[in-house]
Each structure stands twice: as C-alpha cells, then as structure tokens.
C-alpha cells in the first residue's frame, strides 16, 4: 500500500472537516470538533498508517529498534486511542451530520483532557521527539549522549502523561483529588522531560562548533532548549494557585507557542533541511545563506510572540483580579481588552517574522529540489539537454 493514501487520506479529513465546521457541523469538543463521519475515516486512514509503518519496521536490517523509532511507534498508537474514546458517540442524523457523545457531565470533560493533554504529548511531543533522537545525533555526529537515559526517558514520558490531563480543570466541578492527582504528575513530568531535553544537549557537547557554524544543527539545539522550556512552564503552570492566575489568559497562548514554534517547529526545520539535500542528492541546501536567515527570523519571531504573551497574559491576569478598597473590581473586562494592544501588534510582528522565515524555507526546498532535477548528480553537473527527436 502506497503512503500516498495516509498522505491524501488525512488531508482529506482536514478538508472534511474544516467543510463542516462552516456548516455547522461540530462536536464542540476542542481539538475534536469533527463530527463522526470524519472521525471515522481518521480511524481508517490512521490504521493504513499504523501497518505501513510496521511493515517499515519489519523489515529493517537492523536488528535493534532504535529509541527514536520507540517514539514514533507511541505516537501512532496512543493518539489512535486518544481519538477513539474521546470521539465514542452516537450519531442521531444522517443528513445533519450530528451526534452526541457517550460520555456525560464530568466524565465528559474529564476524557475531553485526558485527550487533551495527550494529544500535546503523543501529537505535538512523541513523534517530535523521535525526530530530535534521530537527527540531532547524525547532524553533529556524535553518539547520543546516554542512550540508557533515553529509554527510561520514553517509559517516563508516556507514564507520565497519560494522567496530567486534569491539570486543564482546576477550580472546575471535577473531584478536588483528580485535579490534586494531576498537578502532581504534571510536576513529576518534568523529570523525564528534562531528561531528554538535556540528553539532547549533553550530546553536542565536544561539537559546540559545529552548533556555531551550522544553522541547521543549531534549530535542533534551540528546539531542544525550548522543549526545556515549555515544559518547566507547563509544570508550573499546573500548580494550582499559578494556574488561578494562568488560566484563560494569554500566559496559556505564550506557554502554547514556546512549545508549537520554539520546540516543534524548530525541530521540524532542522529535519527538513538534513533530509531535502539527501533527497536531491546533494551537500547541503541550495541556498545555505537562506538557512541563517531562516534561523534568526524563526528563533527572534518565536521569542518576540512569547515575551508579548507572556506580558499580557500576566497583565489580564492581574487586572482581573485587583480589587479597590470597597472590594469592587478595580478594572472593566474592556480595559482589559485594550491593555493588550501593545502585545498583540507585538505578536503580529513576532508571527510575521516566523511566517517570514517559513516561506523562506519552503522556496530553499522548492530550488534545492528542482535543482536535483535539472543536475546529473552522478556527476554534480546540469543534465544535458537531450535533442527533440
Ligand atoms: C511537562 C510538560 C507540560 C506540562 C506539565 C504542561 C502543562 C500545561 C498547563 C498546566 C496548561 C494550562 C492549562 C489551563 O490552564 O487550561 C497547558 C496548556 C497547553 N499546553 Fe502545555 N504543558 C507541557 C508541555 C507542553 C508542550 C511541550 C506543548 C506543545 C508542544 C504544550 C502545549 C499546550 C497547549 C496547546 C495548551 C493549551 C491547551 C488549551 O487549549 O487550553 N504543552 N499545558
Ligand atoms: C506564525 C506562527 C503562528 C502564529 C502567528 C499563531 C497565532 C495564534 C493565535 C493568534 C492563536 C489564538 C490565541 C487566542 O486564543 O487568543 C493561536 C492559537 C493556537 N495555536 Fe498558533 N500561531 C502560530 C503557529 C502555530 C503552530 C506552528 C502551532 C502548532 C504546531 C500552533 C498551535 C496553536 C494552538 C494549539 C492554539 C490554541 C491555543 C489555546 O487555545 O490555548 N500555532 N495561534
């Protein structure tokens, strides 16, 4: 079976529903709002993709399964079974395209964060991680620093995870202990997170060199110092009294995007620029000078969208809060709506640098790509024009 199918095949559900969304149709369960009839050709895409990448796996010539291939096997698996429970409903029409789900009341909210949270895990982390194990490692071409540390990292990790969820529901109708149990796991989190975080680092020690000459080596290393990052943060924003504070302001939004640009995409970039050269079958990029353009632009617009988050969730946060010495509140909802313009231009700015640099990574690939096309790579020279017959 062709990969082509998971590749169309997802971007057919996004489209399915994306479409149903501006119909109306939506679960109302975020990150989940598909209804059912997308949510179940994701079932099917998804197990294409589970058997291709097991055929893949079996037959390899290396007998061993490296760790990174461990993380990318969880990241299939778990959010196949994050997407089943948490979308278990009954459709009740057809044409109208709606359901209900079969969980009620807390219980409801309880799996929508047990998905939730996962989700950051096995969706945004796992298979990320797994790309920081294989490519940072080659890049520099030094051994993982311990590799015994990255498998007690991988079972930790995914142990872990799978109760912080309700660190999403403080201060909500759920059990007082539930939400206690996973501020505590959300703490203990940090170990195994860590663990890879500084695994990845310690491996570059002895090639700092390169980290300095190599943009591409050196998006690995930021992703892996923003993985540091993040997950400190989350860890402290779990604790119940920060996240009093936290909660539905843009701390979150600043906590979301040092994990989404600062870690995920970064450690995509770098994947990106180690394997388009190999697939044209070149050196390097086909305009390297664009690399570090690229790396300045995303690792400046990452840290200007966050530092403005971070202000103005602190600030909302805040505002809300402050009281007058009659105990009514000091501000309006509105005042602070308009404290946040300063930090919204900000993120625009810091969102267009980001953008800048993506758009700039994609046209690099676009030439380097073309460029295999038009070389002879056996011997590093255009192809010749062949004579119209
Ligand atoms: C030790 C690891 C982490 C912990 C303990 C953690 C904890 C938290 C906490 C406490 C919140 C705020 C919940 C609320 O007030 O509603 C949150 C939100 C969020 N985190 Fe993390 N986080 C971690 C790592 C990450 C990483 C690495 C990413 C992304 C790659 C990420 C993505 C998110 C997202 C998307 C939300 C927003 C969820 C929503 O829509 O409300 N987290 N996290
Ligand atoms: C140029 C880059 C980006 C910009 C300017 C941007 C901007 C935004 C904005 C304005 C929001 C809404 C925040 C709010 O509710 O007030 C948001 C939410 C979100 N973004 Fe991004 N984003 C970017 C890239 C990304 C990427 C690459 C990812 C994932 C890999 C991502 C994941 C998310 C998530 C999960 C949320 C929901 C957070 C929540 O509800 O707490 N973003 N983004």
Not at 206 to 220: E, P, Q, S
Not at 249 to 277: C, E, K, N, Q, R
Request: hydrophobic share 55%; proline share 3%; with cysteine.
């Amino acid at each position: 079976m062709s990969p082509w199918v998971v590749l169309i095949g997802y971007n057919l559900f996004c489209a399915w529903a994306v479409t149903g969304y501006l119909m109306g149709a939506t679960q109302s369960k975020e990150y989940a709002e598909a209804e059912w009839y997308a949510d179940l050709w994701l079932v099917v895409v998804w197990v294409i993709y589970f058997t291709l990448y097991l055929r893949t796996l079996a037959r390899r010539a290396e007998p061993h399964i490296y760790v990174a291939n461990w993380y990318y096997m969880a990241f299939i698996l778990v959010v196949a079974m994050l997407h089943i429970v948490n979308n278990i409903a009954l459709p009740v029409s057809w044409a109208g395209a709606k359901s209900y789900t079969v969980w009620s009341g807390v219980q409801d909210v309880m799996i929508q964060w047990w998905y939730g949270h996962n989700a950051v895990a096995f969706f945004l982390t796992a298979g990320f991680l797994g790309m920081l194990y294989y490519f940072l490692p080659v890049r520099s071409g030094r051994p993982i620093w311990s590799y015994r540390l990255s498998i007690l990292s991988f079972w930790g990790i995914v142990f872990f995870y799978i109760w912080v969820g309700s660190h999403h529901l403080h201060y909500t109708a759920l059990p007082y202990w539930v939400q206690t149990l996973g501020m505590t796991f959300s703490v203990m989190l940090l170990v195994p997170s860590w663990a890879s975080a500084g695994n990845a680092i310690a491996t570059l020690n002895g090639a700092w060199g390169r980290v300095r000459d190599d943009a591409t080596l050196r998006f690995m290393f930021v992703a892996a110092v923003f993985y540091g990052l993040s997950t400190f943060e989350g860890s402290f924003l779990a604790i119940r009294p920060v996240n009093s504070l936290s909660h539905y302001t843009d701390w979150t939004v600043g906590h979301v995007h040092s994990g989404t640009l600062g870690w995920v995409a970064m450690i995509i970039f770098g994947a990106i620029y180690s394997i388009v050269p190999q697939l044209a079958g070149r050196e390097a990029m086909a305009w390297p000078k664009a690399v570090e353009w690229h790396f300045w632009l995303a690792v400046v617009g990452t840290l200007v969208y966050v530092v403005a988050m971070w202000n103005a969730g602190i600030t909302q946060g805040l505002m809300w809060r402050a009281y007058d010495a009659n105990g009514a509140l000091s501000y309006s909802f509105l005042q602070s709506v308009q404290a946040m313009a300063p930090y919204y231009l900000l993120r625009t700015l810091g969102g267009a640098m980001f953008l800048g640099g993506a758009v700039l990574c994609a046209l690099n690939c676009r030439a380097t790509l073309h460029e295999s096309r038009t070389r002879d790579l056996a011997h590093d020279r255009p192809l010749a024009v062949q004579p119209a017959e």
